[in-house]
Every structure is written in structure tokens, then in C-alpha cells.
């Protein structure tokens, strides 16, 4: 009774640990990371420690078991698999005082797992002290879409008009939502492209194609999920009526550059005026001068 008693506290805390113990880390594909594992308070001499991180998993150990290994104080390669390959470092300097953190560098696509260090320690005989583990999953903001569409009177209503919806540099894949800004319905996009980048990054571009009404207000949104993040872009006819086709966001970056040059150009106007009036000063000077030292 009282052992199985002692059995289920045991169990409990082994749980409750790992649920504490379980860190999720989110970065951008191409970025340095740095996986926690920290056993503090206390001293340790290199040559008693064995540390392995791994990829935690049934799936995932098959075909890399050791994404890091240390063994007698002394980086052990032979046992690493080939993707982590001279991208993975532990701290040295921190080692002593229990920080057993890998950093991982460039991180990229194949590198979403949970990972598990396994502390081991040689006093007469070996025995794991400390396990732990971490999420790692990447992703990336996506830009504000730019929505583009017919431009107005390039229609008539009924024809069929096609808008496109373009955003860049996110991670993972998207979603995308076409909304019917008048009654707030969902469209179906008639097509999708993706590409990707060399740092693992997307660029996405949807189109729609729907039969032209008068008053066309329509919303595109590029969603990821990871993030819980919507960027999105209106196409509405009011906005365009002066002849560009693209969302309102971008119209009002371009009036703002209009104004800044106009700024800068007056600037250079006004000193232009300024050289003329001090040059043609002089002039007058000198001149003066000139007429009277000559009788002499
Ligand atoms: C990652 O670390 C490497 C080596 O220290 C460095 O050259 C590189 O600039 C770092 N990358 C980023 C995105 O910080
Ligand atoms: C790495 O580990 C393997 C297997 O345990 C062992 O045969 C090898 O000698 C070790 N290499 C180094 C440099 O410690
Ligand atoms: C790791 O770096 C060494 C030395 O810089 C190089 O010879 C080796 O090819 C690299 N391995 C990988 C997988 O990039
Ligand atoms: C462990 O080392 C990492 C990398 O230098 C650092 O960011 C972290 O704060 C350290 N943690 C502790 C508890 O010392
Ligand atoms: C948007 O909704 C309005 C009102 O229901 C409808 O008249 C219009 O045809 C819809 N526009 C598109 C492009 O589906
Ligand atoms: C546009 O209208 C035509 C004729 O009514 C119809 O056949 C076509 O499916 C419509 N297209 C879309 C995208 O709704
Ligand atoms: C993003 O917007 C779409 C369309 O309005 C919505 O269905 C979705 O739940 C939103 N996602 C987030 C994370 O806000
Ligand atoms: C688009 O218009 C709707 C209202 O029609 C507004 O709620 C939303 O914030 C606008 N989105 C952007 C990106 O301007
Ligand atoms: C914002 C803007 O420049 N609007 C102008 C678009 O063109 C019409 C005439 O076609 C003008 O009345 C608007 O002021």
C-alpha cells in the first residue's frame, strides 16, 4: 500500500516535470538558436559528464539519434548525424556551473522536433542527473499583402475581373482568405502559387476571379498559423479612382514619398538662390574694389 502509494508520487512528479521542463522555442528559418538545458547550482567536472542531445521521438531517432554529443569533456563527431553536421556548439565556458544549452546555427526546414539533452555523470558508477526538452518550430511574419485589381471603368458589371494577392517572405505556408467586404462572405481563390526562398521563406501569390458588380470592396488575408497572425489589404473602387490599381496601404506610402521630395526640392531651390545672391554680392564688391584702386 504505502509502496504503491510512494510509485504514484514518483509518477507524479516525473510528470509534472516534464511538463514544467518542456520549452518551445519559435525562430526564423536562417536564424541561431539556442536550446536550454540548465542544471544549476551546482559544480561539475568535465571529464565525470556525458551529454547527449537528441531528437526525442520514436519517428525521429531512427534516422538521427545524436544531434550533439559530449563525452569525457571532449565534443564527440563521430557519433553526430550528418544535418547537424559544424552547426551545433555547446558552452564551453558555462559547461562547469550547469548551463548544458546547445546553440544550433542557420536553423532550416528539417530542424522542427523536440529535442531531449540527457545529462550523464560518472561517480563510480554513470547515471543520468538531468533530462530535458524543447520545442523548436520555425516561422516568420508575412509582409502586408498587396492586392491588386481592374482599375475603374476598365469594366463593365457582369464581366469577369481578376484581383491578385501577393505577400512575401513568411513561414510556413499560408493561408489565404478572400472576403466579399459587402456582406462579409467568404470567395474562393480560382488559383494559388507558392515559392520558395534559399533561407526556407515563402512567397505567395492568389488569385481571384469573380463577375464585376458596381460596388466591389473586397479584403484579401494572408493567415499563419504559427504566429496567430492575419496581414491583410483592401481593394474597394473609391480608393482607386485616380487611375492606380493597387491598395490603398501602398497609395499612401507613395503620397508620403511625393511629399518628402517636394520638401527636399524646395530645400535645394531656396540654396540654389541663396549662391546666386551671395556670388552676385561679391561681384559687386570686388568690382567696387577694383574701380578703386585703379587710379592709384
Ligand atoms: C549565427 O552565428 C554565426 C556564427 O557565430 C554568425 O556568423 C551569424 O551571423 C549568425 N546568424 C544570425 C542570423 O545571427
Ligand atoms: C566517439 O564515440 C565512439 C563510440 O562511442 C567512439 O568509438 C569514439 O572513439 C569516440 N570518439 C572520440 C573522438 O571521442
Ligand atoms: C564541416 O567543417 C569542416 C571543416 O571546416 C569541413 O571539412 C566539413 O566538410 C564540414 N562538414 C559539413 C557537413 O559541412
Ligand atoms: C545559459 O547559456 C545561454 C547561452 O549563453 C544563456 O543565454 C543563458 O542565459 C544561460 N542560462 C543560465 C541559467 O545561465
Ligand atoms: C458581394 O456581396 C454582395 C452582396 O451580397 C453581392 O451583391 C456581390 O455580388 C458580392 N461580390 C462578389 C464579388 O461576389
Ligand atoms: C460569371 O457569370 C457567368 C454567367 O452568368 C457564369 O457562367 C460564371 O460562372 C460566373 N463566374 C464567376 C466567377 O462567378
Ligand atoms: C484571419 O482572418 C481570417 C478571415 O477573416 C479568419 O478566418 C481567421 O480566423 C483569422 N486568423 C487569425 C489568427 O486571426
Ligand atoms: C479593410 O476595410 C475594412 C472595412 O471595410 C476594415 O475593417 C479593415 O481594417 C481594412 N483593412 C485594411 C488592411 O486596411
Ligand atoms: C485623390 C485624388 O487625387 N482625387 C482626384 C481624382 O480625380 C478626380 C477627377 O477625375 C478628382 O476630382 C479627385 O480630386
Redesign the pocket.
Known amino acids: 500500500m504505502n509502496r504503491r502509494g510512494s510509485g504514484f508520487l514518483l509518477l507524479f512528479l516525473h510528470i509534472l516535470r516534464a511538463v514544467t521542463a518542456l520549452e518551445k522555442i519559435v525562430s526564423k528559418p536562417g536564424d541561431n538558436v539556442t536550446l536550454s538545458c540548465i542544471y544549476a547550482g551546482r559544480e561539475f567536472s568535465l571529464d565525470s559528464l556525458r551529454i547527449y542531445w537528441q531528437i526525442d521521438g520514436d519517428e525521429d531517432t531512427k534516422s538521427c539519434s545524436v544531434v550533439h554529443a559530449l563525452i569525457s569533456g571532449q565534443d564527440n563527431e563521430s557519433l553526430q548525424c550528418s544535418q547537424f553536421k559544424n552547426r551545433t556548439q555547446l558552452l564551453w565556458d558555462k559547461l562547469g556551473d550547469g548551463n548544458f544549452s546547445l546553440l544550433l546555427f542557420n536553423v532550416r526546414q528539417g530542424d522542427e522536433h523536440t529535442y531531449k539533452c540527457v545529462v550523464m555523470q560518472t561517480v563510480e558508477y554513470t547515471s543520468v542527473i538531468h533530462q530535458e526538452q524543447v520545442v523548436l518550430s520555425l516561422a516568420a511574419s508575412y509582409s502586408?499583402p498587396i492586392l491588386s485589381g481592374p482599375k475603374r471603368n476598365s469594366y463593365s458589371t457582369g464581366e469577369e475581373v481578376t484581383f491578385s494577392c501577393r505577400s512575401d517572405n513568411g513561414y510556413p505556408e499560408p493561408n489565404v482568405y478572400w472576403i466579399n467586404?459587402t456582406d462579409n462572405t467568404l470567395l474562393s481563390q480560382s488559383d494559388f502559387n507558392i515559392a520558395q526562398h534559399p533561407d526556407g521563406t515563402y512567397s505567395v501569390l492568389s488569385t481571384l476571379k469573380v463577375n464585376a458588380t458596381s460596388d466591389m470592396?473586397i479584403?484579401c488575408f494572408i493567415e499563419n498559423k504559427i504566429l496567430q497572425e492575419n496581414?491583410?489589404?483592401?481593394y474597394?473602387e473609391e480608393l482607386q479612382s485616380n487611375g492606380t490599381s493597387t491598395?490603398?496601404?501602398k497609395e499612401t506610402a507613395k503620397s508620403g514619398q511625393g511629399a518628402q521630395a517636394a520638401a527636399i526640392l524646395s530645400v535645394v531651390v531656396l540654396m540654389a538662390l541663396l549662391t546666386v545672391l551671395i556670388c552676385w554680392l561679391r561681384r559687386r564688391k570686388s568690382s567696387q574694389l577694383v574701380s578703386y584702386t585703379a587710379p592709384i
Open positions: 502586408q467586404r470592396q479584403e496581414t491583410s489589404a483592401n474597394s491598395g490603398s496601404h
